[in-house]
């Protein structure tokens, strides 16, 4: 007698080899054999299919302690082979039936490793892509607005991370200084960039594009650049000539021959920034003259408004709001102008306010964002 597959076993048995009963098969192989055993009508000379327990695809018994979820409808799933209790050394192999696995389901659950034991390679990267894809989903919340705008996308991500760096920057104050070295051309009557800002220990560099003479003078005499060598006048060549500033502030310059010092004609400006300065800019000195009001339309007014006077200990930013003198309500905000180190003299047209007496209150803000106190004072809005 010899073993024979299930396919050489008679019709009558065949049918019971659907590998999704394997209970049912065992079952009615082991029937047959009761059958086959009782009537002894087994023909003479053809092989017996005998079928054991190692070769059908069975699932392992439940021992007392031990949890398998093995199904063979569930080929395709990830099958699960745990043992509720069991010594720190022992496997799950020790849970099947003895001999080597036969199933896929019983194979998947003897190469299970102890809850105990190092994790595989495979799991190891298992988690390295569940761990990929919780990041992909912060990252997906964070950048949800700039998929709305169409600047986002999988591909895009690291240009949507240094475009979100970028907009970080930009949202400090100083911010338009960060390149290093600035240059300027002096133009026919004109510098381009009229201003530049750069930090403290930077170089503009400046240069003659224009047909006509030109040079570089500092309103202040801090330098002179451009121009004739040595004497600095204004020349026609196309010269090139830099400064070095080391100190911060806003330094104004012009052209001798088509600019004025007092920012007429061909002009321009440096501003300086020191990043590590955190002193507020002051604001004192602060005067606002009695100011008149045009009652029509078609009457002229010598002196419309109200002249605003104040002293600025260095450049920055100054806003103005005002409210009737005596009321509780909140300042409104009037206007917004730029002040520059020193004297600085502002003529609002005060639109919108009706005669009588009202408080105005300036603050000033720097290139690196600090603002200053409050500086308060009263004027008087008269009919013409």
């Avoid at 220990?201 to 004739?228: E, I, L, Q, R």
Wanted: net charge positive; aromatic share 6%; glycine share 8%.
């Amino acid at each position: 007698m010899f073993r024979a597959s299930l396919r050489d076993a008679p019709r009558s048995r065949r049918h019971h080899s659907c590998p999704h009963r394997p209970r049912r098969l065992l079952r009615a192989a082991r029937r047959c054999r009761r059958h086959r055993g009782a009537r002894g009508d087994q023909p003479q000379g053809q092989p017996v299919a005998v079928l054991r327990e190692a070769d059908v695809d069975v699932p392992p018994r439940r021992d007392e302690g031990q949890l398998h979820r093995l199904h063979g409808r569930a080929r395709t799933r990830r099958h699960q082979a745990t043992l509720e209790q069991r010594r720190p050394d022992s496997g799950v192999r020790e849970a099947l039936l003895e001999g080597p696995p036969h199933g896929h389901a019983e194979r998947r659950a003897a190469e299970a490793r102890p809850l105990d034991a190092p994790a595989s390679g495979h799991e190891l990267r298992r988690q390295r892509a569940n761990h990929n894809h919780r990041r992909a989903r912060r990252e997906a919340r964070l950048t949800e607005p700039l998929g709305a705008l169409g600047v986002y996308n999988g591909v895009m991500r690291r240009a949507a991370l240094t475009f979100a760096a970028a907009i970080a920057l930009l949202a400090w104050p100083g911010a338009a200084a960060i390149a290093a070295d600035k240059n300027v051309s002096a133009e026919d009557n004109f510098f381009n960039p009229m201003s530049v800002s750069i930090f403290v220990g930077d170089t503009v560099t400046w240069h003659n594009a224009g047909s006509n003479p030109h040079n570089v003078w500092a309103n202040d005499g801090s330098f002179k650049v451009g121009g004739a060598p040595v004497t600095h006048q204004p020349t026609s060549n196309h010269w090139t000539d830099s400064f070095t500033f080391n100190s911060p502030g806003t330094f104004r310059y012009y052209c001798t021959q088509h600019g004025t010092k007092d920012g007429r004609g061909m002009v321009g400006k440096v501003v300086v920034i020191d990043p590590n300065d955190r002193t507020p800019p002051k604001i004192s000195s602060l005067k606002a003259k009695p100011g008149t009001l045009c009652t029509k339309k078609t009457q002229s007014c010598k002196h419309p408004g109200t002249h605003v006077n104040f002293t600025l200990s260095e450049d920055a930013t100054v806003k103005g709001a005002v409210k009737p003198d005596g009321s509780k309500k909140p300042f409104a905000q009037a206007f917004k102008t730029s002040g520059h180190k020193g004297k600085n003299s502002f003529k609002w047209g005060a639109k919108g306010l009706k005669p009588g007496k009202y408080v105005l209150r300036l603050q000033g803000t720097d290139l690196n964002g600090n603002k200053s106190s409050f500086s308060t004072t009263k004027f008087t809005v008269r009919k013409s």
